[in-house]
């Protein structure tokens, strides 16, 4: 009988504080998926519309030109940028204005060039299943990974394909801010 049989070794949630609540994440009546409320949508895009034009055009361009100015010459921007907020410029444009002047980072995502230097006995057994079905197959087995969007989890989808990789899958990963029908198209 095993440690965790015998409770001499403790997994929280399955031998161990197993009770728990449903989790509010998934209890709503939208089932956890989050839904644009179009009203609200609708109401925000007609502020936005509402401020563009009863803003003052010519002040508008003269603190993105500024700001534009700050950011080339390396200069604080902070003064520039209150001027934009001012001027009741956008968020899009204050950022394409950014952009324009520094370009647009993308950080390294993806599984390549990342690596593990784990070795145990599991990934060992695990790396002798592939194997195995490389024997019976002809191929490695496939792993698809797909995180849509952007956010943190992205960290932990990326460090799943490198782990799979690491244990010998095929591993299709094409990375960030993709939508669900992106991640389906890559799978098939």
Known sequence: MSKLAQGEQVVVGKNKWTDGIESPLVGDSDGGIFMV????????IDAL???????????VEASLKALA???????NM????????????????????????????????????????????????VRA??????????YRP???VGKPGLDGHSNGAEMIAVAARHAGFDVIYFGIRLSAADIVQSAL
């Open 37 to 44: 409320d179009a009203e609200a949508a609708q109401k925000t």
């Open 49 to 59: 519309n509402n401020t563009r034009t009863s803003r003052d055009a010519a002040r």
């Open 69 to 75: 100015e700050a950011a080339k010459n390396g200069e």
């Open 78 to 125: 902070m003064a520039a940028s209150i001027e934009c907020a001012k001027a009741r410029v956008t968020t899009g444009e204050w950022s394409d204005t950014l952009r324009e002047a520094f370009g647009e980072f993308r950080p390294p995502t993806g599984v390549d060039g990342q690596a593990l230097t784990i070795e145990s006995d599991t990934l060992e057994q």
């Open 129 to 138: 299943k592939v194997e195995q079905f490389i024997e019976t197959n002809g």
């Open 142 to 144: 496939r792993i698809v």
